[in-house]
């Protein structure tokens, strides 16, 4: 009995052991398993610099197609086209007598229609029916089209074809209203966005399934970046897939077995993930004091020292007044008072750094405001240490 008890006693003893140390087990492998699901993640995520390809490049062919018109807006609370516009009067008499009214140009005076361009996009595959916004700009001197409609206006391609129709009210988005001593507006009152404003009428032929090359076009032609694209393309689709013809253009061949499905083709090729690259450039706005820094930018060891120098003119008159009785004039005398200040400056250290961010430190260690990087980015060019292009716009 002893001994059973002791036995008991025993495992007792070790299921609590087990018991205890459990927990601890479990802790340290769901740590594990969490520890490798991260790694699994990180491992997994794209690369942060990569884009994918239908953001930098586009099927030759497969664009948008500018159309235009001139057309008359009608309905305006006396904010219209004035007498004196007169290819409004000409346009306005020339639908007149299209309807069977023959009115003559010079007799026509008012105050409620307005001559516009009409402008639209038309993307590729458009089909007959489907519907296109549209944007109406005033060309002639309306005051406003609020509350106006656009009547049917042809919208023509630059082959001089009908390709979409516009009609229907104009939508400002703002209003006006004015008296004799003032006026109040909203938005701009001469120019109008109408979504779904025109309908197509005619459709821009082209074929895919068939063809057998495709032409990639660059958005930014650069050599490495089509040298990317040319690998990431052959090896989805295999090699001798596609060549390079210039930084700004790839010749891909389409698969025979894809032949007849070029769009589900394309539609896997543009997914492609690539990165970029991208020239050593900064962009300097003087207007704003924008200045933009490119990733590849490199600055060569340099010793700069930047000073202000702040020159205040101050001018005030006195009045020089003669003594009683005398015959003197009394008169302005100016008074000019100019005074100078520049401020003390070290001259620092620029060291040559791997990355931008050694330079963004160095140049924020010398404390300048935007302009004056400026001037320090066009001196820094001027000595040579500058390994990027400069443009200022």
């Not at 057309?71 to 004035?82: A, C």
């Given at each position: 009995m002893r001994m059973n008890g002791l036995n008991g006693t025993r495992e007792t003893?070790?299921?609590?052991?087990?018991?205890?140390?459990?927990?601890?087990k479990k802790i340290r492998f769901t740590r594990l398993v969490m520890l490798t699901a991260c790694l699994l993640m990180v491992s997994g995520l794209p690369d942060a610099r990569a884009a994918r390809l239908k953001d930098l490049a586009a099927i030759q062919g497969v664009r948008i197609n500018?159309?235009?018109?001139?057309?008359?807006?009608?309905?305006?609370?006396?904010?219209?086209?004035?007498?004196?516009t007169q290819f409004t009067n000409q346009a306005l008499a020339n639908m007149m007598n299209?309807?069977?009214?023959?009115?003559?140009?010079?007799?026509?005076?008012v105050k409620?229609?307005?001559a516009v361009m009409v402008t639209a996009d038309l993307p590729p595959f458009a089909k007959t029916g489907s519907k296109i916004d549209?944007?109406?700009?005033?060309?002639?001197?309306?005051?406003?089209?609020?509350?106006?409609?656009?009547?049917?206006?042809?919208?023509r391609g630059a082959n001089g074809k009908v390709y979409a129709v516009a009609q229907g009210a104009i939508a400002l988005g703002g209003y006006g209203a004015s008296g004799e001593a003032g006026s109040v507006t909203k938005n701009h009152l001469l120019t109008a966005r109408m979504t779904r404003g025109a309908t197509v009428e005619r459709e821009v032929p082209l074929r895919?399934?068939?063809?057998?090359?495709?032409?990639?076009?660059?958005?930014?032609?650069?050599?490495?970046?089509?040298?990317?694209?040319?690998?990431?393309i052959n090896a989805f689709a295999g090699d001798g897939t596609v060549k390079i013809a210039d930084s700004g253009t790839l010749l891909i061949n389409v698969p025979e077995s894809r032949q007849h499905k070029v769009p589900s083709f394309i539609a896997d090729i543009?997914?492609?993930?690539v990165s970029p690259d991208m020239c050593a450039k900064i962009v300097v706005n003087e207007k704003t004091g924008t200045v933009v820094i490119g990733e590849n930018v490199r600055i060569s060891t340099v010793a700069i020292s930047h000073g202000n120098l702040s020159i205040t003119v101050e001018e005030t008159e006195q009045v020089s007044q003669p003594a009683p009785f005398s015959e003197g004039e009394t008169v302005m005398v100016p008074r000019t008072a100019i005074n100078v200040k520049e401020e003390?400056?070290?001259?620092?250290?620029?060291?040559?750094g791997p990355t931008i961010g050694h330079l963004v430190r160095a140049l924020n260690a010398i404390g300048v405001s935007p302009r004056d990087l400026i001037s320090i980015f066009q001196s820094i060019k001027a000595a040579g240490a500058l390994q990027a292009e400069l443009q200022i716009i």
């Open positions: 003893m070790k299921i609590r052991y087990m018991k205890m140390n459990m927990p601890v500018q159309l235009m018109g001139y057309g008359l807006v009608v309905g305006l609370n006396g904010t219209g086209d004035k007498s004196r299209r309807l069977g009214l023959h009115v003559n140009d010079s007799e026509i005076n409620n229609v307005a549209i944007t109406v700009s005033s060309v002639g001197d309306a005051t406003s089209l609020e509350g106006g409609t656009l009547l049917r206006t042809a919208l895919l399934n068939g063809r057998e090359t495709l032409t990639l076009a660059l958005f930014n032609p650069d050599f490495t970046t089509a040298r990317r694209i040319h690998s990431a543009e997914t492609l993930e003390n400056s070290n001259v620092i250290l620029m060291p040559e």
